[in-house]
């Protein structure tokens, strides 16, 4: 069946630095979503991407669906302490489809 | 007004027990989901309802009962309750019909089993 997957697992960083993670499928999505979940929170929902090679801007978060659109990223610039959290990405619209999450977290 | 709410938030119980969370959405959604999530953080997809009919069953024990009295409720019942029940259990609402697909959460059941 069809399948995401979501790299890293974790991502350990410095307060300033980068973070991105990766979602890849072996099969074309129809599109994608982004979540974040908070420590001891829900997902929320961040984005929706639908075409190909698109890209949206939300503050420091980038979020691409790749051309063949079988791989999304979410980016990070400059992290800060609010940015903490798991980020999921999930394939839609009917067959819901979930990463396994990237944790990022930031070093002390 | 809380889009999709839980009752209850925390729950405590001994194995072989039977107990019940609640879901309620107030967005008008046609679509309400349960997933399960562990230690790990990963979202399990258990159940879907697509006004009030069940159109997704994965692979979970029988003793997981889901229960949709309209389409604004999906009800979530386990009996005989395991060690390895204990997770945060979400229930999620969107609309599918039309979209615009986005899932709202609910803040989750922490489900304890001793």
């Known amino acids: 069946g069809q399948q995401v997957m979501q790299i890293p697992q974790y991502q350990h960083v410095q307060e300033g630095e980068d973070f991105t993670t990766y979602c890849n499928s072996s099969t074309t999505l129809s599109n994608i979503q982004w979540y974040k979940q908070r420590p001891g929170g829900h997902p929320v929902f961040l984005i929706q991407l639908v075409k190909s090679g698109e890209v949206k801007k939300q503050k420091r978060l980038t979020f691409q669906f790749g051309e063949a659109k079988k791989n999304s990223s979410l980016h990070i610039t400059a992290t800060q302490t609010t940015d903490v959290g798991t980020y999921f990405c999930?394939?839609?619209?009917?067959?819901?489809?979930w990463g396994a999450g990237t944790k990022l977290i930031i070093k002390p | 007004d809380t889009a999709v709410s839980q009752t209850p938030k925390y729950l405590v119980t001994q194995m072989g027990n039977d107990k019940s969370i609640k879901c309620e959405q107030n967005?008008?959604?046609?679509?309400m989901y349960w997933y399960k999530q562990d230690s790990k953080k990963f979202l399990k997809i258990m159940f879907s309802?697509?006004?009030?009919?069940?159109?997704i069953n994965e692979t979970v024990p029988n003793r997981f009962s889901p229960k949709s009295p309209d389409k604004a409720h999906l009800n979530l019942h386990i009996n005989s309750l395991e060690l390895g029940d204990s997770a945060v259990y979400f229930c999620?609402?969107?609309?599918?019909?039309?979209?615009?697909?986005?899932?709202?959460f609910g803040p989750g059941t922490r489900l304890t089993v001793t």
């Open positions: 999930a394939s839609t619209p009917y067959q819901l489809i």
């Open positions: 967005l008008g959604h046609d679509t």
């Open positions: 309802y697509n006004n009030k009919e069940l159109i």
């Open positions: 999620a609402s969107r609309q599918l019909a039309g979209g615009p697909y986005e899932q709202y």
